[in-house]
């Protein structure tokens, strides 16, 4: 009989220590994870710090014909990460948020039509952008977002025809 109670106790002591032995384990087990996420994140952020694409100012690239330059803006885009970085989407609204049609590319030929418009474009250095009208009408204040890979915010860059008259 005085076995069996010491055998019953050491099996008690026993299968709470394996609790406790495993409990204590799975919390070592999730705090080395949690660090482990914090330091893999801190080394991606660190990585991604220096994608950076900043634009120029939008202008008319000043074509001989004065009606064909009223709807072209260009501006040059950099970018200052050594790897390569991709424009994947451009759009223009008006003053009142209505979108503007364009067609866009980082060339066009003497008239402002733009060529090789597909869609995305590789950035290594700089690019200048190009964008055009559908309708053929005048760009007049008007906002562009550039989406490009190395973020998901877009890039917003304000056009105003009237501005350098304000200074």
């Not at 893999?40 to 694409?53: L, P």
């Not at 001989?64 to 223009?92: G, T």
């Not at 973020?151 to 009237?162: L, T």
Request: proline share 4%; charged share 25%.
């Amino acid at each position: 009989m005085p076995n069996e109670v010491v055998v019953q106790c050491a099996t008690t002591i026993l299968g709470d220590l394996s609790t406790a032995i495993a409990a204590s384990a799975a919390i070592v087990a999730a705090v080395c994870a949690y660090f482990s996420y914090r330091l893999s994140k801190r080394i991606y952020d660190e990585i991604k710090s220096d994608e950076v694409i900043i634009p120029g100012p939008l202008h008319h690239p000043g074509l001989r014909v004065q009606e064909h330059d009223e709807c072209v803006l260009r501006c040059a885009v950099f970018n200052k990460s050594p790897r390569k970085a991709y424009i994947n989407s451009v759009e223009a609204f008006d003053s009142k948020g209505v979108k503007i049609e364009i067609t866009w590319s980082d060339s066009m030929d003497d008239l402002g039509n733009i060529l090789n418009p597909t869609g995305l474009l590789g950035i290594t250095d700089a690019i200048k952008l190009c964008m055009r009208r559908n309708d053929g009408k005048e760009f007049d204040k008007s906002t562009v977002f550039i989406q490009h890979s190395f973020s998901s915010r877009k890039i917003e860059i304000a056009y105003d025809p009237y501005a350098e008259w304000m200074d």
